[in-house]
């Protein structure tokens, strides 16, 4: 059983920055940070691997860093120069399922409640 919850949204101006954080229990193969915006579907961002392998969507790669501490079961995704575009809810995703494709939300099958990412222009 894997338990996950988000915290550190909030509105920031764009180019600004924010880091995100999830506090997790439990065992998980992957984690990832997945955002939604209204009427749309739920995009993977990064994930990272429980060896410490990351990748990141095209549209957020070189701005945006996930990482974890494993000692402090805690997923962190660091947002550098962020655009207007990036604004929706985030959320943090855990699985314990060995291999999936890492982007797919259909691979995780723990979730956590969101938090909300504003950046305005």
């Known amino acids: 059983q894997v338990q996950l919850m988000e915290s550190g949204g909030g509105s920031v101006q764009a180019g600004g920055s924010l880091t995100l954080s999830c506090a997790a229990s439990?065992?998980?193969?992957?984690m990832a940070w997945f955002r939604q915006g209204s009427g749309k579907e739920r995009e993977g961002v990064a994930y990272i691997t429980r060896g410490g392998s990351t990748g990141y969507a095209d549209s957020v790669k070189g701005r945006f860093t996930i990482s974890k501490d494993n000692a402090k079961n805690t997923l962190y995704l660091q947002m550098n120069s962020l655009k207007p575009e990036d604004s929706d809810m985030y959320y943090c995703?855990?699985?314990?399922?060995?291999?999936?494709?890492?982007?797919?939300?259909?691979?995780?099958?723990?979730w956590g409640q969101g938090t909300q990412v504003t950046v305005s222009s």
């Open positions: 439990g065992y998980t193969t992957f």
């Open positions: 995703a855990g699985s314990t399922r060995d291999p999936i494709v890492a982007l797919s939300r259909s691979g995780y099958n723990y």
